[in-house]
Nanobody
Framework: QVHLVESGGGLVQAGGSLRLSCAASGDTICLSAMAWYRQAPGKERELVATISSGGDTYYADSVKGRVTISRDNAENTLFLQMNSLDPEDTAVYYC?????????????????WGQGTQVTVSS
């Protein structure tokens, strides 16, 4: 079992910055690629950014150039540095982890989600 716990959310003015963290604990061999998703009120959950276990990254067009995803594999922690925040970035941000194919049966699941952290950007 793996637990993902996000932190770092809060209220920030437009143009400001926030750094989100996601601490993973438990059977960390069950972690492979990781990602940040977000869900704004009344909207579907959407992908923000992903990072592979080797460090390859992907960003949604809506955040490209403003956010940086990174991970510390030794500390089992995922980060999301967000700059030039806009009110449109207001959402609950969720940490996500994919399970490696070769251990999915042992891990008992294909992925994990954190409980989310609220980010509110005021205009």
């Amino acid at each position: 079992q793996v637990h993902l716990v996000e932190s770092g959310g809060g209220l920030v003015q437009a143009g400001g910055s926030l750094r989100l963290s996601c601490a993973a604990s438990g059977d960390t061999i069950c972690l492979s690629a990781m990602a940040w998703y977000r869900q704004a009120p009344g909207k579907e959950r959407e992908l923000v950014a992903t990072i592979s276990s080797g460090g390859d990254t992907y960003y949604a067009d809506s955040v490209k150039g403003r956010v940086t995803i990174s991970r510390d594999n030794a500390e089992n922690t995922l980060f999301l540095q967000m700059n030039s925040l806009d009110p449109e970035d207001t959402a609950v941000y969720y940490c996500y982890a994919d399970t490696p194919l070769d251990v999915r049966a042992w891990c008992g699941t294909v992925d994990y989600w954190g409980q989310g952290t609220q980010v509110t950007v005021s205009s």
